[in-house]
Every structure is written in C-alpha cells, then in structure tokens.
C-alpha cells in the first residue's frame, strides 16, 4: 500500500433491492418483499434499520446503531434478515440509481442471494456468443438477449459464454459445435426453444465433470430408434423435420426460458438445474426436469475402452450375503432397496429406461409392470414386432414395489446387450481361432433339416423362431471373449449372438442375438444366478413342449402361501382357471409352469408362465407372476398358444405334487454358494458354463448374459441332443421322438 491510499471499505450491509423497510411508529417495522412480510419490533428497531441503506459495513452500523440498542441484539436482528434473504453484503459504495430496468434487474439477483450490482454487471459485461443451428430464428433471440441485458455476439467472437439455439438436440451439427466449443474450454447452454415443448439446457462445461452432448445424444437415441427408418428411407443425415404446433407466445416463452438460464450463469447462480433439461408444456406451462449424467464410456468426455476392457477381465464371484425380503429372487437388494438405488435410471427424456408403468387390464391385486420396447427385437421390423407376444420388456411380482424393480431389470438387462459400438471384439474365422472358439450351433441349436428350410418358416414365424443362416467356419466374424466359470479361461464367441442389433440375417455372419440367459441383478452374483436359472427354466421346457411330455400337476392347495390364495382368486373373478405343473428335468433344479385358461369363453385364451429355482416354492412363485405378466396381451386378442396341446394338462396318470414332493432344499444365505453349486452341477453334467459381464459404466445394474452350450432355448430348435435324449433317459419316453413328430407349434412367450 502506497503512504496516502486507505484501505478499502466494506463489504456493505444494507437491505436487498427486492426489499422495502415501512415503519408504523409504535408498532413495527414491516420489512416487505415480494414473496412475504416480516414484523420486526422492539425498542430501536427503527433506527438500525434505517441504518441499512448500503453505506456502512456491518461493525459501521453496530457502532452506529448501540445508541439505541445493545450490539448483541443488534447483531441478532441483522442476522434473523439475512438468513431470511432480505438482507445482504454489497460489495461496492452506494452508487446513484440507474435505469429501472436496471434497477429491477439488480433486485432480482438480489432476491436469488447474489449481490444485485455485481451480478447485473457481470451479465452485461460479459458477451455471449449466439449459435443457431438449424431452422431457428437467430435475431429473435438475439434481441431477446438485449432485452435482458445479455450482450449477444457472432460465434467467431471472443465471448465467455455461448448458448446454441437448435431445431433438434440430434442435429448433426452439434458434434462438430460441440467439438469447437470444449477446444476453446467455452461453456454452453443447448435449448431448442421453437416448439410446442420447449427445451432448455443443460449447461455443458468443456473440462468439468459433468456431461457432455454426446451423452446426452446417446441417451436421446435410444428413446427415438423408431425415426431411423423414417430418416433412412428418406436418405436423410439428420432426424426428419416434424410439424411444430405452436404459438407465438410458446416460442417466445422458451426463448426466454434459454435467455434466463444464460443470465443466470453470467450472474454467478449456480444449481443441480442447470446439469438437466427443462421441458416446458406449453399447454400447461408445467416444467420437469431431467437430469443428465456422465457416461463414463463417453467417447467424446470419458473412457470409451471401459467396456472393452471390462469383458477382457475374467469374472471372480465373490462373498454377497443375500437381503432379506428380497421376495423370490434371492437377490443382494431387496427390491425396495434396488427402486431406491437405481431409481433415477427411469426418465422419458434422459433415462436409460423411459417410464416403469403398472401393466393395464390386470385382475385387481396383481402386480406386472411395463418397461419399454423389448430391445431383444431392436432391428427387427415392426410388423414382425406386432406378431410377438413380449414386444416390450416388462417385470413381475407378487407386490407392486417387486414387479416395478423386476420391469427396472429387464429394462436395463436389454439396454445393456444393445450394440453401442464398445463392445471388445476381434476379427477372426471359427478355423483360425482354434479352440478357444466355440461354434454358434453349440449354443443355437438348429437342426440341419432346418437351415434348409429357413426361407419357408422365417416368413411365418416370429422373430424369436427365425432360422439363421449356416455358419461357415472359414469366413471371418467378429467375436468377443467371454468367462468359463468351470474352466477358468476365456472362450470366443460370435459377437452378433451376444448384443442385439443385427436385424434377421441382416448380420455379416447372418446370425444374431436372443435374450435367453441375459440377467440384470443388483449384484454380478446374483445376476449370474437369475440368467442361469433361466437357461435351466428354457431346457426343462422345450423337453416338455416339443416332445408333448404329460407331466404331473402340482398341489397348489397344500402350498399355503397368501399370495397364492390372492393370486387365484383375483383370477377366478375373471372367469379363469390356473393349474401348474412339474417340467424338473435330469438337472434336478425345480422347474414350473403356470397355465391359465378362460372358463367363460367360447375360444379359451391360454396363457403361461415358466419359473425355476432352486427352492420348488419359489419356481412356483416365479411362474405364477409371469403367468400374470402375459395376461394383458393375451386380453388384447393375442393369445399366444391355441387351446389343443394336451401336454397342457396335468398328467391324470401322476399325482400331484406337494412341496414334500421335490427334493430337499437347503437355501445358502450367500450367492457365492450358490454361483458354487451351479458351476458344480454345470461340470457334473460335462457342459459349461460361459459368463458374459454386459454391465455399462453408465448403468450401475450389474448385468450378464450366461451360456450353457448343450442346454435347450424354448425357441424351436431342433439339433440333436439333450431334445431327443434326456426323455428317454430320464423314462419320460420310451424312445426319442423323431424330428419330424416333434412339436410343430412353436411356443411363444
């Protein structure tokens, strides 16, 4: 400090600009703002408040101030106001008042809690370069910035800021903004403000931790996937321009929505908000937001070999006790824990999962829940779609909170064995990689006689039931390395048969992916569990329905369970019968099936559920609520099984089961026991067990597709093998049922 310069003042105390002081001599002082009015009363009160006219610094007015009231409660007073935003520090000396905009400008920083002076200042200080990217009314907004004291400049300009103004957050010129934008470390609002729900934000920071657009992109993407045929029959290298039904007064409004958000940043507000996007009704004006997060495989602000080197690490189960009340999935969470955890995944714009809704049409007391689009069909055409039963994903469970969480699952489980690009592959033919490949057929399971004629079913069957074309073993494909968990080393598989993507034959290598031993869980144990209990589930049923076994029914009396007593009289409302039977195979893991029947109908719609578990009481509890998921579809006319497969019928021949019936169950209070038990019995039966970690870093579900090769899907495959073998083993037949009486209906879930 020079000899002469003083020291400057303050920070000033002194009343916010959104605040007026009115004092009623012998009563108070009521301290107004817009939103409230304060009494402040006591000997003196009146003249420390008039102290607060933004001159003095906080000991400056106690000083002052102690002629007519103690300091103590003097400094009590200030504070009571300032918590309650009415007053503030200023951080210069009183100047003369400006303009009333200004001057209402200044109150209203104020009221957000900054000092009004400087936060006015910074707006207008600090330009802002103005992008327009598509269809969109550039002077408008610029003259909407001048309005509000934001100084609008040309993109090539030196600015601090720039807000990007689009038609479409998918316009494909925003990579390349993008791309300029964090080169010069600029911060950047995105809003599309000319629509009948206009669009604001978020604000993506160049060098932060948040996201960027291409997460956001991403995300944007998976919910739109039914424009990509539109724009490639169009030709087009951006979404199709749709109508915009609105108003003036809508477009104004959701420009100056994006104008404010601006401001807001210039100012120095800063809010979880601003990471989300704003849409606005502009019916209703109701906003929501929908916040965006990192993922942390980004290509663009991430790691995007994260995936990659996720599969190239072998899978170690470790210790992971299970909750208790985890209903019938035996799962580390219970599902009010994984809802509370993994709830945010759910969100119409930004979410992995657009909406989890209660299934329409069912009985009054059951519980199913719709997911989303079954992304196991994703490339499929959609009237090839239209003729499968579980089109969309969907969850099951004998409470509301159980079903929700298992539609969550389901949801994730195909999200994350979707293709996004990631994934680790290598290029090889089935001859060159030797023996750590393992061939398609080996898992797939079709017969000769039906890669030859595929032409003829594929065009009358289901997605589910197409025939690929034969695998040639010389010609290159792209594989993927995944886990044997009983031989401790990795094997390669063709990679169109682990992640959905490829349409029917639409694939170089002509295959594709299924879902069947794809599980998400809140846990990789226990999601290795769930996707093999589902193997074991899919082989006990195709032995029972293409080879038309009787099997025994179950007792479902002497299985005195509540749910199950709900269960059937909800449906008995309804005018259907349920009976279930035993499908346990030589694997010795129960295995049930639920069948249901309208007594009330001409045509009786048929309807079934499949579950396996370990404990006979849950397998029954699994297939009964799956039961229950198919019967909305199957009220909309699209019964999924005609009403002549006697296999459907207990076999009157057998009495029916009891739990005493199964053998013993022991259960494991830890899913590393399990996952133990499992690889054991996989060995014991001279197969192996394949484990593929699908987990997205974005996600957080642990999620893995398992395989067995040698175990059958439901699916109509026909190669020889455990088909033909295990009946006649186990003496369910007294021979093996030549191809061609196998089961010409292939069943359909």
């Known amino acids: 400090m020079t000899e002469g310069q003083r020291p400057a003042r303050g920070p000033f105390v002194a009343f916010k600009r959104h605040v007026r002081a009115v004092s009623v001599p012998g009563e108070a002082v009521f301290v107004c703002s817009d939103q409230d009015v304060t009494a402040v009363r006591g000997a003196g009160v009146e003249t420390l408040l008039d102290l607060l006219d933004g001159s003095r610094t906080l000991p400056e007015l106690l000083r002052e101030a102690a002629s007519s009231m103690p300091a103590g409660t003097a400094g009590r007073v200030v504070r009571r106001l300032t918590e309650a935003n009415l007053v503030g520090y200023r951080h210069g000396a009183p100047r003369p008042s400006g303009s009333a905009e200004r001057c209402s400008a200044e109150a209203y920083w104020d009221r957000a809690g900054l000092d009004g002076a400087v936060a006015d200042g910074e707006v207008c200080r600090r330009p802002v370069a103005v992008i327009c990217v598509g269809d969109v009314d550039g002077e408008a907004a610029r003259a909407a910035c001048r309005a509000s004291g934001v100084t609008p400049v040309g993109e090539d300009a030196d600015a601090d800021f720039a807000l990007v103004l689009c038609e479409d957050y998918l316009m494909p010129e925003l990579r390349d903004t993008e791309a300029r934008l964090r080169a010069a470390r600029r911060p950047w609002l995105l809003a599309r403000p000319f629509a009948a729900e206009p669009w604001t934000g978020p604000v993506f920071e160049p060098g932060g931790d948040g996201a960027c657009w291409s997460c956001l992109a991403h995300r944007l993407r998976e919910h739109r996937r039914g424009e990509l045929s539109v724009q490639q029959a169009l030709g087009l290298d951006r979404p199709a321009v749709r109508p915009v039904p609105s108003l003036a007064a809508v477009r104004a409004v959701g420009l100056h929505s994006a104008v404010l958000e601006t401001a807001k940043w210039l100012a120095g507000l800063r809010g979880s908000e601003q990471r989300a996007v704003c849409v606005m009704d502009g019916l209703t004006l109701r906003t929501t937001h929908h916040p965006v997060r990192r993922r942390p495989q980004c290509p663009s602000c991430g790691d995007p070999s994260l995936v990659a080197e996720r599969t190239r690490r072998p899978v170690v189960p470790v210790s992971r006790p299970k909750a208790e009340g985890s209903g019938s999935n035996d799962r580390a969470l219970s599902a009010e824990q994984m809802l509370r955890r993994y709830g945010h995944l759910i969100g119409p714009v930004t979410g992995v999962v657009t909406e ?394």
């Open 356 to 749: 989890v809704r209660p299934m329409a049409g069912l009985p009054e007391g059951l519980h199913a829940y719709d997911s989303g689009h079954n992304l196991a069909l994703r490339g499929h055409s959609p009237t090839a779609m239209h003729r499968v039963l579980r089109a969309r994903s969907a969850g099951k469970g004998t409470t509301a909170a159980e079903a929700r969480a298992s539609a969550l699952c389901e949801a994730v489980e195909r999200y994350c064995a979707a293709q996004q690009g990631d994934e680790l592959t290598v290029t090889d033919s089935l001859v060159g990689l030797g023996d750590a490949a393992v061939h398609p057929n080996t898992y797939q399971l079709f017969h000769e006689r039906q890669f030859a004629d595929r032409d003829r079913w594929n065009a009358s069957h289901t997605p589910f039931h197409h025939v690929s074309a034969p695998f040639d073993p010389h010609r290159p494909t792209e594989w993927t390395p995944v886990w044997s968990l009983t031989a401790g080393v990795q094997r390669l598989l063709p990679t169109s048969t682990l992640y959905f993507g490829c349409a029917s034959g639409g694939s170089p290598d002509g295959l594709w992916a299924d879902s069947n031993g794809n599980a998400a869980g809140s846990s990789p144990e226990d999601a290795v569990v769930q996707g093999f209990l589902e193997l074991v589930e899919r082989d006990a049923v195709s032995l029972w329905w293409y080879n038309r076994l009787r099997q025994p029914g179950i007792d479902l009396d002497a299985f005195d369970e509540p749910w199950l007593a709900g269960l059937r009289e909800a449906l008995g409302r309804t005018g259907r019968r349920v009976w279930a039977l035993d499908l346990t195979s030589d694997l010795g893991i129960p295995v049930v099936v639920a069948v249901s029947r309208r007594t009330d109908a001409e045509v009786p719609d048929v309807v079934l559920g499949f579950g396996a578990h370990f404990d006979p009481r849950l397998a029954l509890r699994r297939a009964m609520t799956e039961m229950v998921q198919t019967l909305p579809p199957a009220a909309a006319g699209t019964a999924p099984l005609p009403p002549d497969q006697y296999q459907l019928l207990p076999d009157p021949g057998q009495s029916a089961l009891t739990p005493g019936s199964f053998r013993p169950y022991v259960r494991h209070d830890d899913l590393l026991a399990d996952v133990e038990g499992i690889r054991e019995l996989v060995a014991a039966h001279g197969l192996e067990l394949l484990v593929l970690d699908q987990t997205r870093p974005d996600v957080g579900i642990p999620v893995v597709k398992i395989l067995v090769p040698g175990l059958r899907h439901f699916y109509a495959r026909f190669a020889p093998g455990r088909l033909y073998d295990v009946p006649v083993r186990l003496g369910q037949l007294g021979r093996s049922t030549p191809y061609e009486e196998l089961n010409p209906v292939p069943l359909v879930l």
